[in-house]
């Protein structure tokens, strides 16, 4: 087994959790804030971040405007920003995009040698951090769990491929869950970023690195999300469930960083690179089809129909489709993406794609190319057997 990390220094949770920040000690006491839009500058959010950080004596700066699915461009000018401000704190106060982005551009201000994506891509290592700066992750949606995790997902400016990059090294120091921060989320992104946690903790209860400790935790993720997210979807002042979701999202965070994922992921990432289809959503989508696939594997079948019941299903593929309907997602990709030609024309390389991608290798079955093909048809289609090529 691998030894298990479960988050970094500490993780504060519930309300008021921000208060927190009054206690981060540093050297210089500089913190750079990374943004992406102003919703939390809208709530109100950022303000009490900023007062709770200049109440500890902390000079801010800001680096704004971190977009859905990061480019390495972004990254190297946050990376730049940092250099020039010369932070001893990096705080990241946004949903999985920003944490990510933000968790790169550190690796490239501790290292300004480095110059490339490639340069920190496998095989190469990431270098030690936090010779210059620590970093705290203040999550304003419920989805990646990027706060607990050692992973970014970074898109190459000029292939537009999706590189996920992995190493423990990257793990936050800090992780502080304030629910309400949470509320503002629209009933569209609460969904989608709902279902991610979703998938996280149900790729890696069946992952071929399971453990049970991860499963303890990926489990209660996944209750919560059945149970919660209709919830958080109807009504997003619901702080009840708006807890549980961004908890949950930690939990599948610290569950998936340790035993890794599976082919939704694998999927979810050539896809949401080609065309696209936001993150959470894409892995909606695809969720209910690789827990079929899945189930050819007697003993991810096993795994999938003891959770069915713990949510009341017989089902866990018609439950997770059941949960989709309700929040007004699609069934297939065809709807989200609606370009047969080229989406037909794309899907070699989209299954080439998915075969090398690093969640695949913990699947509980791994698809050749041809198999990634026929499912990835599958998918857009929403048909029940394979789609001849
Ligand atoms: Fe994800």
Redesign the pocket.
């Known amino acids: 087994m691998r030894p298990m990390k479960l988050g970094g220094e500490y993780i504060i949770f519930g309300e008021n959790a921000l208060e927190y920040l009054t206690q981060l000690e540093g050297d210089k006491k500089r913190a750079l804030i990374v943004l992406g839009g102003s919703s939390v500058q809208k709530s109100g959010y950022l303000t009490k971040i900023e007062n709770y950080l200049t109440s500890a004596d902390f000079t801010i700066d800001y680096f704004t405007g971190v977009e859905p699915d990061p480019s390495f461009n972004t990254v190297q000018k946050g990376a730049q920003k940092m250099v020039e401000f010369g932070p001893d704190w990096i705080i990241a106060v946004g949903g999985?995009s920003v944490m990510d982005a933000a968790k790169a551009m550190w690796i490239y201000y501790e290292h300004p040698q480095l110059k490339t994506l490639e340069e920190i891509s496998p095989p190469n290592k990431i270098p030690a951090l936090r010779k210059k700066a620590k970093m705290a992750c203040i999550p304003t949606t419920s989805?990646?769990g990027s706060e607990v995790s050692r992973s970014v997902v970074i898109t190459d400016t000029e292939t537009h491929i999706k590189h996920g990059i992995g190493d423990m090294e990257m793990m936050p120091d800090i992780a502080i869950l304030e629910p309400g921060i949470t509320a503002s989320v629209p009933p569209k992104f609460t969904a989608a970023t709902g279902m991610?946690v979703l998938?996280?903790a149900l790729e890696a209860l069946v992952s071929k690195r399971a453990n049970i400790v991860a499963d303890t935790m990926a489990e209660r993720a996944a209750i919560d999300v059945f149970t919660y997210l209709p919830a958080a979807y109807k009504e997003g002042n619901d702080l009840v469930a708006r807890e549980k979701l961004l908890l949950a999202s930690c939990l599948a965070g610290m569950a998936f960083t340790n035993v890794s994922?599976g082919i939704v992921?694998s999927i979810?990432h050539a896809v949401g690179g080609k065309f696209g289809v936001p993150?959470?959503l894409a892995?909606a989508i695809i969720l209910p089809y690789v827990i079929e696939f899945n189930s050819q594997d007697e003993k991810a079948a096993e795994i999938y129909r003891q959770f069915a019941e713990k949510v009341g299903h017989e089902d866990l593929a018609q439950a997770v489709r059941d949960l989709n309907e309700m929040l007004e997602i699609p069934a297939h990709l065809k709807a989200e993406i609606e370009k047969d030609e080229e989406f037909e024309a794309a899907i070699p390389e989209l299954a080439e794609l998915a075969s090398k991608d690093g969640c695949t290798k913990t699947n509980p079955v791994i698809p050749d190319v041809d198999g990634f093909k026929e499912l990835i048809a599958t998918i857009y289609y929403g048909t029940k057997i394979g789609v001849q090529l």
């Open positions: 999985g989805g990646t991610d998938t996280h994922l992921h979810a993150h959470g892995n």
